[in-house]
């Protein structure tokens, strides 16, 4: 796994994911927090030349930064439904059903981290996996809730129902509600679907209710990334809570 920039090299090392750390001369000053901890943990540190990052890159942009460790590591679905048990009606998790862009998932990432989600579900099947792009887009904080991958995203809906989640499915038409007016005052689970496909007829027929965003404006609909934060921090501010800034 690649870590592009400062900030996605951060997490790693924060997770302790980083084996390796490769910085242009140019960074050194910019970095020089990161290089000490890096090598604090025992982290091999290389000064290489710009060329020889944008080659070990493949082009993609990387601010003369450029971390290498071990694969991602997913959180299982019983950790997640064990967080539905801990926290009760405190507890928020998003489901995403066929979200195959890796900058949307990137950009969802990043606003489930700034809500502080407890998890976030992704079907094996028609979804993109956390790579490094996806970490890219997600100004390196996809590491900080638990990402779970799934076989079966239906049947782990089902167990987080059992759990005493309560399923929201985002999607407008028949029986949709307008999502101002939901107090999210139990445990949440919000269902996001792809662009254009929406939610799964499986999936949705797994939703305890329906949920839409009113577009005063005539828009048809957001792109996914930007409803599900909008939905996100809809939920939070309607419990009250708060949650940490997550720096560009």
């Known amino acids: 796994m690649k870590f592009l920039g400062p900030h996605a090299c951060e997490e790693a090392l924060a997770r302790g994911e980083l084996h390796s750390l490769w910085v242009a001369p140019a960074a050194f000053g910019r970095v020089a927090k990161l290089i000490a901890e890096a090598r604090t943990a025992g982290v091999v540190v290389h000064r290489d030349p710009m060329e020889s990052l944008d080659r070990r890159s493949q082009g993609q942009r990387h601010q003369g930064v450029l971390g290498e460790?071990?694969?991602?590591?997913?959180?299982?679905?019983?950790?997640?439904?064990?967080?539905?048990?801990?926290?009760?009606?405190?507890?928020?998790?998003?489901?995403?059903?066929?979200?195959?862009d890796p900058h949307n998932l990137g950009a969802i990432l990043r606003?489930?981290?700034?809500?502080?989600?407890?998890?976030?579900?992704?079907?094996?099947?028609?979804?993109?996996?956390?790579?490094?792009?996806?970490i890219r887009a997600s100004a390196g904080t996809a590491g900080r809730v638990?990402?779970?991958?799934?076989?079966n995203l239906g049947r782990a809906l089902d167990d987080l129902k059992q759990a005493g989640a309560w399923i929201y499915g985002l999607a407008a038409g028949?029986?949709?509600?307008?999502?101002?007016?939901?107090?999210?005052?139990?445990?949440?689970?919000?269902?996001m679907g792809a662009e254009g496909e929406g939610l799964h007829l499986k999936i949705r027929e797994r939703c305890d209710g329906l949920l839409h965003i009113p577009m005063p404006g005539?828009?048809?609909?957001?792109?996914?990334?930007?409803?599900?934060?909008?939905?996100?921090?809809?939920?939070?501010?309607?419990?009250?809570?708060?949650?940490s800034e997550v720096s560009s």
């Open 69 to 100: 460790g071990g694969p991602f590591s997913y959180a299982s679905i019983e950790e997640v439904v064990a967080k539905v048990q801990a926290r009760g009606d405190a507890t928020l998790v998003l489901a995403l059903d066929g979200i195959t």
């Open 111 to 134: 606003s489930a981290a700034a809500t502080a989600v407890d998890g976030v579900l992704l079907p094996e099947r028609r979804s993109a996996t956390v790579n490094e792009t996806v």
């Open 146 to 151: 638990p990402i779970c991958r799934v076989v």
């Open 174 to 191: 028949e029986g949709s509600r307008d999502y101002l007016d939901e107090p999210f005052d139990r445990a949440t689970v919000l269902v």
């Open 218 to 243: 005539g828009i048809e609909s957001l792109n996914v990334s930007a409803a599900a934060a909008v939905t996100l921090f809809r939920v939070i501010a309607r419990r009250g809570t708060g949650s």
